[in-house]
């Protein structure tokens, strides 16, 4: 019953409710049914009891009367016979509380020794419409009768027997009962413990089923945990109308899936227009890099040729600017290959500040050597990524370098770490207190090759862009108010952000 959907439990629920609801009704009115019944069969029996003794006791007083006196009226009159059937009748009424009784004479043509009904109106008007009825088809059938009758809340039972005299039908013995006490009273069959075992029950099945949505909800609560940490896993399919709401989410995250493949196709496409876009400045830089130098080895051998026709002996000035130079080409050829080729970072768990600390003592010379002081702002407890080690540090190296040429004697650099939980991320910050980067630089700053004479060259910040790109992060520049430099680098805590910069 737990893979019903919901509206089948409920409606299971409310169908066993109505159901036991129902039984008890039929249950309490057949018992209702049942006891009405038996009060009207036990009372018939004792009516019935009553009139025979009735019944035998008026045929034995009427054997005193002579045959041919059965028809003196007359007799009916007389106190002696009135006085003796009353005293039969009141004698066996003496046990046979709220009946009524008495004798009708079928020859004479009158009620004797009569009790009347004095409880309600009802009873004397059933009493007065039903009783002579009954006596007429007692006298006619010759046996005995017997009859019930409703008006209103007034319910009667009449019983009556014939009474014989030396084998000669000579009047009814007659009782009368009104069952409205018994008949209103309390049934005898306690509904309470029955209601209280159908809330127990009611209860149990909400509870059932409460249970079990909460389980598929737990369920689908799961399921999205573990879409937190890999998207391609789906929640499991829940029943009923739950279903409507875990293939929702299926399709949600299907949907997100195919967005964030579409979302990383669209930055690979976005990143390689980037890239040639900045061909031409990287042309232009290239060939700014290298026509000087190959002027400088074009001037010396056309002076090698000259000096060969003169017979003289190559200088070791001009021997050493030409490898100069050729070393100075080779660097911008390595740069050219560093910003085009696509890199395979080897990632590996690595303590940040360590990191930071040994690049320091690799500069540490040059430091003091222009007394320039270091301070720390580092995040507490730690603070490890998922990076790089050798391409981080060359990042960190640049950005020193960078901060130690814009650096006057005596100057300060301030270096910070911090980490986002929310964002997964790490950010390690270098800072000086320089003059700052003028708005027309700081525009072309990430720009391979960009020189320029007025503020001395930027040194390596577009092959650090590379890195921190290709580790999924970047570089920004932060603008202060006051005077300095100030560059962040933020990268992925475990190799992949949850979000970056746009």
């Known amino acids: 019953m737990a893979r019903l959907s919901l509206r089948a439990q409920v409606i299971i629920t ?8 129902i039984s008890a009704v039929v249950y309490i009115t057949s018992a209702g049914d049942v006891t009405r019944e038996n009060i009207v ?4 029996d004792r009516l019935a009891t009553l009139t025979e003794n009735l019944a035998r006791r008026y045929g034995s007083v009427l054997t005193f009367i002579a045959p041919s006196q059965f028809e003196d009226t ?3 009159e007389r106190d002696e016979m009135q006085t003796l059937l009353v005293t039969i009748t009141r004698e066996e009424l003496a046990n046979a509380t709220d009946v009524q009784a008495g004798f009708y004479h079928s020859i004479w043509k009158k009620y004797l020794a009569a009790g009347l009904p004095s409880d309600t109106t009802a009873s004397m008007e059933l009493y007065n419409r039903y009783l002579p009825v009954l006596v007429r088809a007692t006298v006619e059938e ?4 017997w009859s019930q009758h409703e008006s209103g809340n007034s ?7 014939p009474v014989y005299t030396r084998g000669r039908l000579v009047g009814v013995a007659w009782a009368f009962d ?10 005898p069959f306690n509904v309470i413990p029955f209601l209280q075992i159908m809330a127990v029950l009611g209860i149990l099945l909400a509870s059932y089923f409460v249970i079990n949505l909460r389980n598929e909800i737990d369920s689908i609560r799961k399921g999205l945990e573990l879409m937190k940490q890999d998207l391609t896993q789906r929640p499991r399919p829940a029943p009923g109308e739950l279903r409507d709401i875990t293939d929702s989410i299926s399709e949600l995250a299907e949907t997100i899936l195919v967005q964030q493949k579409d979302r990383e196709t669209l930055q690979r496409t976005v990143q390689q ?9 990287v042309v232009a830089g290239v060939a700014h890099e290298i026509r000087t130098p190959l002027s400088a080895i074009k001037t010396r051998v056309q002076l090698w040729q000259r000096s060969r026709n003169k017979k003289q002996a190559l200088s070791q000035e001009s021997m050493e600017l030409v490898v100069s130079e050729l070393d100075r080409m080779e660097k911008s050829v390595q740069k050219l290959l560093y910003f085009s080729k696509q890199r395979k970072l080897n990632l590996q768990r690595t303590d940040l500040h360590e990191l930071i600390e040994s690049t320091l003592r690799t500069l540490k010379e040059r430091l003091q050597r222009r007394r320039i002081r270091v301070t720390r702002q580092f995040a507490g407890g730690g603070l490890w990524a ?6 981080l540090r060359e990042v960190i190296i640049n950005l020193l370098t960078n901060a130690i040429d814009a650096l006057p004697r005596g100057g300060e650099i301030c270096i910070h770490t911090s980490a986002d939980a929310e964002k997964g991320t790490v950010t390690i910050g270098v800072e000086d207190s320089g003059k700052g980067i003028a708005s027309d630089v700081a525009e072309r700053m990430f720009d391979p090759f960009f020189t320029t004479k007025e503020t001395g060259t930027v040194l390596g910040l577009s092959t650090a862009y590379e890195i921190a790109r290709a580790h999924d992060g970047f570089i920004e520049h932060i603008v202060s108010q006051e005077k300095g430099a100030r560059f962040d680098v933020v990268l992925p805590q475990n190799g992949h952000a949850k979000s970056g910069r746009g």
Do not use: Y
């Open 14 to 21: 409310v169908a066993i409710l109505a159901l036991g609801v």
């Open 273 to 281: 227009k980037e890239k040639l876009a900045s061909l031409g400045k």
């Open 386 to 391: 998922d990076v790089d080690r050798l391409e």
């Open 74 to 76: 007359s007799l009916a």
């Open 155 to 161: 319910h009667v039972v009449i019983v009556t027997k």
């Open 41 to 44: 069969r036990l009372n018939r």
């Open 178 to 187: 009104s069952l409205e006490d018994q008949l209103s009273g309390p049934t």
């Open 142 to 145: 010759q046996r005995e009768q």
